[in-house]
């Protein structure tokens, strides 16, 4: 990976994980937790591809198998995080935009819910049955509704911070192209506003005006 992929990844994954602890941890929401680790990887994968979202998986959550106050096996959920940055990473578009929120939804849902299997098959392999006692029926269903309604906050800041870093020239287009691409694939991907679109068909209106403009000055000097 390349330094200042590295360098962003870490910086993001930290913030995440002490937001992770310090915060959502402590809401006592009923059920799950919301996972801020997990939305993070989950938008380094979707730019950086499957390579890049396996190894911030794994860093990220070996991380948070070694912090306060993890009560499980290091490695546990390093495991988890690198399987679902994989995975996560395949389903990166390939001409990098997002031009609709049903496709990183989509993402942010499964993933969810599988990191949440995932986690639990693991532990069942080890001897943690945990979340047996908790109900896994409870515990996929409020992980995948909180990470829903934090993802739209979440992931696409951290694509457009992603793309920056990376010079990407999806970045370098200016921030109206960026705004299309992103938060109005996640914000209004359901409404079917296309922005861009919207952008096309006042340049067309404008060209149009000019060119009757100049017809009408034509016809006058005529006269």
Same mark, same amino acid.
């Given at each position: 990976?390349?330094?200042?992929?590295?360098?962003? =990844?870490?910086?993001?994954?930290?913030?995440?994980?002490?937001?992770?602890?310090?915060?959502?941890?402590?809401?006592?929401?009923? @059920?799950?937790?919301?996972?801020?680790?997990?939305?993070?990887?989950?938008?380094?994968?979707?730019?950086? /591809?499957?390579?890049?979202?396996?190894?911030?998986?794994? @860093?990220?959550?070996?991380?948070?198998?070694?912090?306060?106050?993890?009560?499980?096996?290091?490695?546990?959920?390093?495991?988890?995080?690198?399987?679902? @940055?994989?995975?996560?990473?395949?389903?990166?578009?390939?001409?990098?935009?997002?031009? =609709? +929120?049903?496709?990183? *939804?989509?993402?942010?849902?499964?993933?969810?819910?599988?990191?949440?299997?995932?986690? +639990?098959?693991? &532990?069942?392999?080890?001897?943690?049955?945990?979340?047996?006692?908790?109900?896994?029926?409870?515990?996929?269903?409020? =992980?995948?509704?909180?990470?829903?309604?934090?993802?739209?906050?979440?992931?696409? $800041?951290? *694509?457009?911070?992603?793309?920056?870093?990376?010079?990407?020239?999806?970045?370098?287009? &200016?921030? &109206?192209?960026?705004?299309?691409?992103?938060? =109005? /694939?996640?914000?209004?991907? $359901?409404?079917?506003?296309?922005? $861009?679109?919207?952008?096309? &068909?006042?340049?067309?209106?404008? +060209?149009?005006?000019?060119?009757?403009?100049?017809?009408?000055?034509?016809?006058?000097?005529?006269?």
């Amino acid at each position: 990976m390349r330094v200042n992929r590295i360098l962003l =990844s870490a910086a993001l994954v930290v913030v995440a994980l002490v937001i992770q602890v310090s915060v959502l941890a402590r809401l006592h929401l009923p @059920g799950a937790v919301p996972d801020l680790l997990l939305l993070t990887v989950l938008g380094l994968a979707l730019v950086y /591809g499957h390579t890049g979202g396996a190894l911030i998986g794994f @860093g990220a959550g070996l991380l948070a198998d070694l912090a306060p106050p993890a009560d499980h096996a290091a490695g546990r959920y390093a495991l988890v995080l690198c399987v679902i @940055g994989y995975l996560a990473g395949l389903a990166k578009p390939e001409t990098g935009r997002l031009k =609709s +929120a049903t496709g990183p *939804m989509a993402v942010v849902v499964v993933a969810a819910l599988g990191s949440t299997l995932l986690y +639990a098959g693991v &532990g069942a392999l080890v001897g943690d049955t945990a979340a047996r006692h908790v109900g896994l029926g409870g515990l996929l269903f409020t =992980s995948a509704l909180y990470d829903l309604l934090l993802a739209p906050f979440v992931v696409p $800041g951290i *694509m457009a911070l992603a793309r920056r870093a990376e010079n990407d020239p999806l970045a370098e287009t &200016g921030a &109206g192209a960026q705004g299309t691409d992103i938060s =109005s /694939g996640w914000l209004s991907g $359901g409404t079917g506003l296309r922005i $861009g679109e919207q952008k096309n &068909g006042l340049r067309v209106k404008a +060209a149009r005006a000019r060119v009757a403009r100049a017809g009408r000055i034509k016809g006058v000097k005529r006269l």
